[in-house]
């Protein structure tokens, strides 16, 4: 029977992310038989066994390894390290801040534009995709905003309330 060179590659379902979001690890084995798996973060172990992924939130900076056992007859190279991984977070932006043109509170007909804090990558809650809105229905508004590194925050909600009253109002009756 030939030598069975042993390897296995690391791969990352991405190696830039928003701060608090996770990342998959998949381990590609060559010649690894029935593998079993040990996956460090940064020289530490993280986790050990059969399976070849690993998911976590990670740190930025983080570097991420695997080292593969093979069950495989014959195998060489065994254990086998992968390649490393380097992951970057990026900081979430400030959430942004509505400031309403005028009072949130009018009669029917009007309106008031509500504005962002951010110029660009801004997406409202009734989904604009503009600065600002101009609004003349009762809600609730709000503002995500996403930043060049696909990081987003939402703002604080603004109230809009539009009074819809007739204003016809049937005079008291006098009492005699």
Do not use: H, K, R
């Amino acid at each position: 029977m030939p030598n069975l060179p042993v390897s296995v590659v690391l791969g990352a379902s991405s190696t830039s992310v928003c701060t608090g979001q996770t990342v998959t690890l998949t381990a590609t084995p060559v010649n690894g038989g029935t593998p079993s798996y040990t996956f460090y973060v940064n020289a530490l172990s993280v986790q050990s066994g059969s399976s070849g992924s690993y998911t976590y939130t990670p740190v930025n900076g983080d570097v991420v390894t695997v080292e593969m056992n093979s069950t495989a007859a014959c195998a060489t190279g065994n254990p086998a390290t992968s390649n490393s991984v380097s992951i970057t977070v990026n900081a979430l932006p400030a959430a942004p801040v509505i400031t309403p043109s005028g009072a949130t509170t009018f009669c029917s007909g009007g309106s008031v534009d509500l504005t962002s804090s951010y110029t660009g990558g801004n997406t409202w809650s009734n989904a604009a995709t503009t600065d600002f809105v101009t609004v003349n229905t009762s809600g609730s508004y709000s503002v995500t905003y996403m930043d060049g590194n696909g990081c987003t925050s939402t703002s604080a909600p603004v109230s809009v309330t539009v009074n819809t009253s007739t204003g016809n109002i049937s005079p008291a009756s006098p009492s005699f």
